[in-house]
């Protein structure tokens, strides 16, 4: 299946067209597909009208499927995400956060599929960690080399926000037990290039271990405002049938929460993957 590859900014991301993903990619594709992500972080593919078996099954070519604790999922296919702004409070993702990683093993990347989008607004920015990192001055790279960070599952799925009934407050529990915090380095090494990327975000990441707390909060707060300046960043206006493909190892996202009433529907597979270092 042959298509092309159009970059949107140095920093990362592309469009691909020509491809119809309910379609199996050959090996060949599939390779060209993976050397894609690597160079570009976020990919994008428009009119990709998948069913969710069939969204799923690409997902799945990539690794084991996450199933999230705390979101809704379809039935049928329980490793599909739903975020239906008519169902869910979606507040959690507008604002800068890499998934799941408050995992000790977070996603490899993510496959999101549009399937209600509002007339206007409902865009989501990506940010690239390795362009981040890679304009860090080079005493700020030598201090964070060696520190590591803790992410909290509660810091986006707060108590109070997802445990207001006697059901809610039962998953939310359990989900406590599953998933303790968890430490990840402040500068992880893509398993595949050997790239350093920054790799905090604000949607999960709660202190830098090895400094004081005074001491974390400002360089949290440093690298977070630093990681997402525009030259790192990249943002698409969604139509229904658009499929993003992330590297959630060296990127982060968000999900601007602007178009209220109007409504936005989105399905997520989440492809699992290795423990940072």
């Not at 970059?7 to 691909?16: C, I, T």
């Not at 990683?101 to 920015?125: C, H, I, N, Q």
């Not at 520190?147 to 359990?174: C, I, M, V, Y």
Request: proline share 9%; glycine share 6%.
């Amino acid at each position: 299946m042959a298509f092309t590859l159009r970059p949107l900014s140095p920093a990362l991301g592309a469009v691909l067209d020509g491809l119809d993903l309910r379609q199996p990619l050959g090996d060949a594709d599939l390779a060209r597909f993976e050397q894609a992500l690597l160079d570009h972080q976020v990919l994008f593919m428009r009119g990709q009208q998948l069913t969710p078996a069939q969204h799923m099954g690409f997902a799945q070519r990539f690794g084991e499927l996450h199933i999230h604790p705390i979101y809704p999922h379809l039935p049928e296919q329980p490793q599909i995400l739903v975020l239906d702004t008519a169902v869910t409070d979606v507040r959690d993702n507008a604002l800068w956060h890499s998934d799941v990683s408050f995992l000790p093993k977070p996603a490899m990347a993510g496959v999101l599929l549009a399937r209600e989008v509002p007339a206007y607004g409902g865009d989501t920015l990506w940010a690239s960690g390795t362009a981040a990192y890679e304009a860090l001055s080079a005493p700020l790279k030598r201090l964070l080399d060696g520190l590591s960070a803790t992410h909290d599952f509660s810091k986006s799925f707060p108590l109070a926000r997802f445990g207001n009934t006697p059901e809610a407050l039962q998953r939310w529990e359990a989900t406590r037990r599953r998933h303790p915090p968890v430490s990840h380095p402040v500068v992880r090494t893509h398993p595949a290039s050997g790239r350093p990327a920054l790799f905090v975000n604000e949607g999960f990441t709660l202190s830098i271990n090895e400094l004081e707390p005074h001491e974390s909060d400002a360089l949290l707060r440093l690298l977070f405002q630093h990681a997402t300046l525009p030259p790192f960043c990249v943002r698409w206006q969604w139509r229904t049938g658009d499929l993003a493909f992330w590297d959630n190892r060296v990127t982060q996202h968000y999900a601007v929460d602007d178009y209220r009433p109007q409504r936005r529907v989105m399905h997520r597979a989440t492809v699992l993957g290795d423990a940072p270092h």
